[in-house]
């Protein structure tokens, strides 16, 4: 062989082995569906399009033919590799080539197939059967069953292909094509309907390949086709299994399904829907349930769940989809999978029209996953997330539905319990979301629910919420209606604390004002604004904190937008009570006098704010007299009449300034106040203690009389019998000096015959009665009164005072005295027997009256008595003798008659020596008064041998001689 000829057959050589490495087949083909059952579909990615192994020679040939340095066809490298065979001597290189030879054929006519689609595969499959029958026991054969067994798959010889893979499989348990053929060969069995030899044989595959560290698609697709083949025997509990297994070996713990390659993708989801069609054969849901419960969790439970849920909404299989989502929850309560299937479920009821529970799932939702829920507080942020989009629709919805419900309810308690769901619902809205620009008008409800249900502080809480806690541009007019609301709120749940002890109502009473106060101080613009702050206004009044009541008046007074009328009206009234409490009067006069200002004149209160106001000036007028400012106060006194002419007040101020008037002793004005009083009020209360003080100003002013007139009221005013006494003897007294002789006579008598007793006053009341009558010349009404005296000491002697004994001794006196007059008066005529008898009877009276007046005791009037005694029988004796004689007497008849009469005044002379001596003995006691003088001289000229006899004066003896 020349060098060219050596060259050309090497070359051919590596062409032919490269073509016979390159050759391979595929062995399966579409798996059709028995009994219109749905089957695996053949198509990339799928078990039904799994790759055939290549062999080592495939691979060099593939690699010889299509090297770039040279474009060789497969018919040139056989032809190369046949004119080798006749050159090589070594028998088993023989066989090798020829091997190489089939190998080449059998690519040739593949690719013969797939270009025109003309089977020239029977030159391939010759060779290897010859290579077989004259080599049976060759190592490598193995390779050769598994090329024949390809050949066999694209003639569609499915008998012949199964018998080669079944040699290949039984005498071969150690080739590397083995899992391959054992896969391919299960494979065929299920197609031809033989499925537990299928599933032997695709068990056989998943054991092998643990074993031998096989490709891992066979494994998979083992698995997978096994599952089938249950499947395909009804026992569809195993064939989830095998699914199990598949997903486990395709999705790794923590491996997404985007992250699988498009071929695994595609496994996946035909494996999903296999799953679902198994699961439909079985219990559903509850049988999913048990396979995890039993394999125990995986991360790609989910998607199981996922897909098999929707393939049943696909069939419109709503309950058992709901199923599904319900088993997922239960098993996986914290998943965050968990909320997403509990609002799937709400989805598919709605989707099936089943609307009946709807609402109940959706407050389940809320209640296992809301911001209340153990779900809640160790959920992570996406499942937060999520919950967050649920409830901020959820929660309003469900809230507004118990709301309605709770109107429509036909008693009572369903209606409470409807509120408080609504209450719940509104309350955590504004928890989950408390920037949501949707939760002060949530805050809102909440405080009118809880309205509904009298729960007051809950309410007051959350209307304060949304009026205080949130930028005003964010609420707007919401909220000020709020803040009124929980005013009016506050005021329904004070009427709840009247049986609360006073502590508690008191707190709760100031609760109440901090939430009027705060309503008005923070929407002052309100049209509300100005009533609320003054019901506080009025709260402070009440509670006596007269600076707080002041100061808050005089900012509702000043309130801009100006506030009504009314309020102003009654800001200005409190502001007078309490500054009228501070004693800031003037202050409180001007209040009220802008009270009037602005109040109705229809008004009935006019009246008794114009009495406040005259208060508030008498008040003033009280400030100045306590200060000591008399006139200045007793103007103010008299401006209460002036500014409020119709006051009940201005009697008493005038009455108070005249009082005033007096304790400063300024009597004229206060005459005139006081007349002026009784001429203006002669009905009033104290009118009856203004003849007194009129009587006290008159009589400092010395005028007596007008003093005496007012005393005389005093009289018939007089409670007491011993004030009406005293005040008519003070008349009396001042009629006397006043000289006004007709009234004291009657205002003296007046007294006397009212009161006798005190005897001591009452003798003086005589005694100037007695005077009174002696100067107005009537001699019996003065009798009458000295006789008063007289009897008043003799009825009870041991009673009577010296002045009594003196006043009765002087009457008495005087009596007499009138009695010696009239004896006196009396002459002796004839007949001297009629004279004489009216003469001693006169002596009797005269003596017995002045001896009436010598028993009252007193030595100025007995010595008196005693000298008139004896002057009265001295006198009898003398006119005796001067008497009247007879006439025709002779002179011895007159001499006789002569001395008869001096026998007869004998008698009288000496009586009246001896009373004369009686008296002057008083001058040994010490008395030697006019009268006992008198009685001297009396008795010089009586007895003057006795006692008129001339004092003997002895010459003072300087010596003894």
């Given at each position: 062989m020349n060098n060219r000829m050596a060259g050309r057959t090497v070359k051919g050589?590596?062409?032919?082995?490269?073509?016979?490495?390159?050759?391979?087949?595929?062995?399966?083909?579409?798996?059709?569906?028995?009994?219109?059952?749905?089957?695996?579909?053949?198509?990339e990615g799928t078990l039904a399009a799994l790759p055939a192994i290549e062999t080592r020679q495939e691979s060099a040939d593939a690699a010889a033919v299509s090297d770039p340095a040279e474009d060789v066809s497969i018919e040139t490298v056989m032809d190369s590799y046949k004119a080798l065979l006749p050159l090589v001597e070594d028998p088993r290189k023989q066989v090798t080539i020829r091997h190489r030879l089939a190998d080449l054929e059998f690519q040739r006519a593949e690719r013969k197939m797939a270009d025109s689609a003309v089977d020239e595969l029977s030159g391939a499959i010759d060779a290897y059967q010859r290579l077989l029958s004259e080599y049976p026991e060759r190592e490598g054969n193995d390779q050769i069953y598994y090329q024949l067994a390809r050949a066999w798959e694209l003639r569609g010889a499915t008998p012949q292909q199964l018998e080669a893979l079944n040699t290949l499989v039984r005498r071969y348990p150690d080739s590397e094509y083995w899992v391959e053929a054992q896969f391919r060969r299960g494979d065929l069995l299920f197609i031809d309907g033989r499925y537990g030899e299928a599933e032997q044989a695709f068990d056989e595959v998943t054991l092998a390949s643990q074993e031998r560290m096989a490709d891992p698609s066979f494994l998979v697709n083992a698995h997978y086709m096994k599952g089938w083949s249950l499947f395909k025997q009804a026992q569809y509990q195993e064939a989830l299994f095998s699914y199990v297994e598949v997903l486990d070996l395709v999705m790794p713990e923590g491996r997404p399904v985007a992250d699988v390659d498009q071929r695994s993708q595609t496994l996946i989801e035909d494996l999903f829907r296999v799953v679902g069609l198994s699961l439909s054969y079985l219990d559903g849901a509850e049988t999913l349930q048990a396979i995890f419960r039993q394999t125990g969790g995986r991360p790609y439970e989910i998607l199981v769940y996922d897909r098999y849920s929707e393939l049943l909404l696909e069939r419109e299989q709503y309950s058992d989809a709901i199923d599904v989502f319900e088993a997922y929850i239960e098993d996986h309560p914290e998943s965050p999978w968990a909320p997403r299937y509990h609002i799937r479920i709400i989805d598919t009821l709605e989707l099936a029209g089943f609307t009946r529970t709807i609402p109940e799932r959706k407050a389940g939702f809320v209640s296992l996953y809301g911001i209340y829920s153990d779900y809640w507080q160790s959920?992570?942020?996406?499942?937060?997330?999520?919950?967050?989009?649920?409830?901020?629709?959820?929660?309003?919805?469900?809230?507004?539905?118990?709301?309605?419900?709770?109107?429509?309810?036909?008693?009572?308690?369903?209606?409470?319990?409807?509120?408080?769901?609504?209450?719940?619902?509104?309350a955590e809205f504004a928890a989950t979301f408390p920037d949501h620009p949707r939760t002060p008008e949530r805050l809102f409800l909440l405080g009118e629910t809880y309205l509904e249900l009298e729960d007051w502080p809950a309410a007051i809480a959350a209307f304060e919420r949304v009026a205080y806690d949130y930028p005003e541009d964010t609420v707007a007019d919401r909220a000020a209606e709020a803040g009124y609301a929980s005013v009016l709120a506050f005021r329904e749940y004070s009427q709840t604390w009247e049986s609360e002890p006073v502590s508690e109502r008191m707190a709760y009473q100031e609760l109440q004002q901090l939430n009027r106060l705060r309503f008005a101080n923070a929407f002052p613009g309100d049209a509300r604004a100005p009533a609320v702050y003054y019901i506080a206004l009025q709260r402070e009044f009440d509670l006596n904190n007269w600076e707080e009541t002041v100061n808050m008046a005089a900012r509702l007074v000043t309130w801009q937008p100006t506030p009504p009328d009314e309020l102003?009206?009654?800001?200005?009234?409190?502001?007078?009570?309490?500054?009228?409490?501070?004693?800031?009067?003037?202050?409180?006069?001007?209040?009220?006098?802008?009270?009037?200002?602005?109040?109705?004149?229809?008004?009935?209160?006019?009246?008794?704010?114009?009495?406040?106001?005259?208060?508030?000036?008498?008040?003033?007028?009280?400030?100045?007299?306590?200060?000591?400012?008399?006139?200045?106060?007793?103007?103010?006194?008299?401006?209460?009449?002036?500014?409020?002419?119709?006051?009940?007040?201005?009697?008493?101020?005038?009455?108070?300034?005249?009082?005033?008037?007096?304790?400063?002793?300024?009597?004229?004005?206060?005459?005139?106040?006081?007349?002026?009083?009784?001429?203006?009020?002669?009905?009033?209360?104290?009118?009856?203690?203004?003849?007194?003080?009129?009587?006290?100003?008159?009589?400092?002013?010395?005028?007596?009389?007008?003093?005496?007139?007012?005393?005389?009221?005093?009289?018939?005013?007089?409670?007491?019998?011993?004030?009406?006494?005293?005040?008519?003897l003070i008349a009396a007294e001042l009629y006397d000096q006043a000289g006004n002789r007709e009234k004291a006579i009657d205002t003296w008598r007046n007294y006397a015959n009212s009161h006798p007793e005190p005897t001591d006053v009452y003798m003086e009341a005589a005694n100037r009665l007695a005077e009174l009558y002696q100067e107005d010349g009537d001699a019996e009404s003065r009798d009458y009164w000295l006789r008063k005296q007289m009897e008043t000491v003799d009825w009870d002697p041991d009673a009577a005072d010296d002045r009594m004994r003196y006043l009765a001794a002087s009457a008495s006196a005087i009596l007499a005295r009138d009695a010696l007059a009239r004896y006196d008066g009396i002459r002796l005529t004839l007949p001297l027997n009629q004279s004489m008898t009216a003469k001693t009877d006169a002596l009797e009276r005269a003596v017995n009256a002045y001896k009436k007046t010598a028993s009252y005791g007193l030595s100025s009037f007995a010595t008196e008595a005693g000298y008139q005694i004896a002057h009265i029988y001295a006198r009898l004796g003398a006119d005796l003798m001067d008497s009247e004689r007879p006439t025709g007497l002779s002179e011895l008849e007159l001499a006789q008659y002569e001395l008869l009469l001096e026998e007869q005044a004998y008698p009288f002379e000496d009586n009246a020596i001896d009373i004369h001596e009686q008296n002057i003995r008083r001058a040994r006691e010490g008395i030697f008064d006019e009268w006992v003088k008198r009685s001297y001289e009396a008795l010089k000229a009586l007895l003057p041998g006795r006692y008129r006899k001339e004092e003997v004066t002895q010459g003072v003896v300087y010596g003894l001689d």
């Open positions: 050589l590596l062409m032919v082995g490269a073509l016979v490495m390159a050759s391979g087949c595929q062995m399966l083909q579409s798996m059709m569906p028995a009994g219109g059952e749905e089957m695996p579909r053949v198509r959920a992570g942020p996406d499942a937060i997330g999520f919950i967050e989009q649920q409830l901020e629709q959820l929660l309003p919805e469900l809230a507004d539905r118990q709301y309605l419900l709770a109107g429509e309810a036909e008693y009572d308690q369903q209606a409470d319990d409807h509120y408080r769901k609504a209450a719940s619902y509104y102003t009206t009654e800001a200005l009234l409190l502001s007078g009570h309490s500054l009228s409490e501070l004693a800031r009067y003037a202050e409180a006069e001007q209040a009220y006098r802008d009270a009037l200002a602005t109040m109705a004149e229809d008004d009935e209160r006019r009246s008794g704010v114009r009495e406040n106001l005259a208060a508030a000036v008498y008040r003033q007028a009280e400030q100045l007299a306590d200060a000591g400012n008399v006139e200045a106060a007793v103007s103010e006194f008299l401006r209460v009449g002036t500014a409020v002419p119709e006051s009940a007040l201005r009697a008493n101020a005038e009455y108070d300034a005249a009082s005033l008037l007096i304790t400063a002793n300024l009597w004229e004005q206060a005459i005139g106040v006081l007349t002026s009083f009784r001429r203006s009020f002669p009905n009033h209360e104290l009118i009856d203690t203004v003849p007194a003080k009129l009587a006290l100003a008159y009589r400092e002013t010395e005028q007596w009389e007008r003093a005496a007139d007012e005393l005389q009221q005093m009289v018939s005013l007089a409670k007491t019998p011993e004030e009406r006494r005293e005040n008519l």
